[in-house]
């Protein structure tokens, strides 16, 4: 196409820019030139080159936007997937031991974290025989969690050892989920821990973590005979 073909055509669709305004940010414009060569050159405003200057900032603030809501779209689908993968394996568990096995080894793998922790308040009976279990002091879910959220997202933290035991040095970003496992029953946790800082952070979806919470409340109860 030759300038000539090109310059009839912008003059013959006046808003063609007006459709797709992020070309401009891609164009060269030449500069202007004043003819009052009485004012200096610090004295006049380019109108035109502070508006073009303006909309290049705006643009790249909306693909930034843009790239941010993807990756935040495909971290939940990712997770997703993950969860669901995790309550169907749940779901199979054979025993009490079976599950708690499932919890602090399979969700490893299955959910991409480095540490799993299924905590207690005293006052659970679990059997001796169940490992991967951690017996928290009274009130420790409750400086965790605070008193209405059920789930926390943390990013950039320092893991805790009454938590996360040996591997709370490896630990950057965690999600803590209450557990309800009975009516007015000990407050119970399940906590996600990762070295990556922002594995886990507070602008995630909590509903999936609430749906896994829920599979691990049922499981529990049904294997320890609660009521609910």
């Given at each position: 196409m030759?300038?000539?073909q090109v310059?009839?055509?912008?003059k013959?669709n006046?808003?063609?820019?007006?459709?797709?305004p992020?070309?401009?940010?891609?164009?060269?414009?030449?500069?202007?030139?004043?003819?009052?060569?009485?004012e200096s050159?610090?004295?006049i405003?380019?109108?035109q080159?502070f508006?073009l200057?303006k909309l290049?900032?705006e643009?790249?603030s909306?693909?930034?936007?843009n790239?941010?809501?993807?990756?935040?779209?495909?971290?939940?689908l990712?997770?997703q997937?993950r969860?669901?993968?995790?309550?169907?394996?749940?779901?199979s568990?054979?025993?009490?031991?079976?599950l708690?096995?499932?919890?602090s080894t399979?969700?490893l793998c299955l959910?991409?974290v480095?540490?799993?922790?299924?905590?207690?308040?005293?006052g659970?009976?679990v059997p001796?025989?169940?490992s991967?279990?951690?017996v928290?002091p009274?009130?420790?879910?409750?400086?965790i969690?605070?008193?209405?959220?059920?789930?926390?997202?943390l990013e950039?933290i320092?893991g805790?050892?009454?938590?996360?035991?040996?591997?709370?040095?490896?630990?950057c970003?965690?999600?803590?989920?209450?557990?309800?496992?009975?009516?007015?029953?000990?407050?119970?946790?399940?906590?996600?821990g990762?070295?990556?800082?922002?594995?886990f952070?507070?602008?995630q979806?909590t509903?999936?973590?609430?749906f896994?919470?829920?599979i691990v409340e049922?499981?529990?109860?049904?294997w320890?005979?609660?009521?609910?």
């Open positions: 030759t300038f000539d310059k009839s055509y912008l013959d006046p808003e063609f820019f007006l459709k797709d992020g070309l401009l940010t891609s164009l060269k414009f030449p500069a202007r030139e004043f003819n009052n060569s009485e050159d610090s004295d405003v380019d109108l080159q508006v200057n290049r900032l643009l790249d909306r693909r930034r936007e790239c941010d809501l993807i990756d935040s779209r495909r971290a939940n990712r997770d997937s969860i669901n993968a995790t309550v169907l394996r749940l779901l568990a054979r025993s009490l031991d079976h708690i096995e499932l919890i399979d969700m959910l991409d480095d540490s799993v922790a299924l905590c207690f308040e005293t659970i009976n001796a025989t169940c991967g279990i951690r928290l009274n009130g420790m879910v409750q400086d969690l605070g008193g209405e959220r059920n789930v926390s997202l950039n320092s805790d050892r009454s938590v996360f035991g040996e591997q709370s040095s490896l630990i970003s965690a999600a803590f989920i209450r557990l309800i496992l009975q009516k007015d029953g000990p407050p119970a946790l399940l906590a996600l990762s070295r990556e800082t922002t594995r952070h507070s602008r979806g509903e999936l973590f609430a896994l919470a829920h049922h499981s529990i109860s049904l320890l005979d609660l009521p609910r």
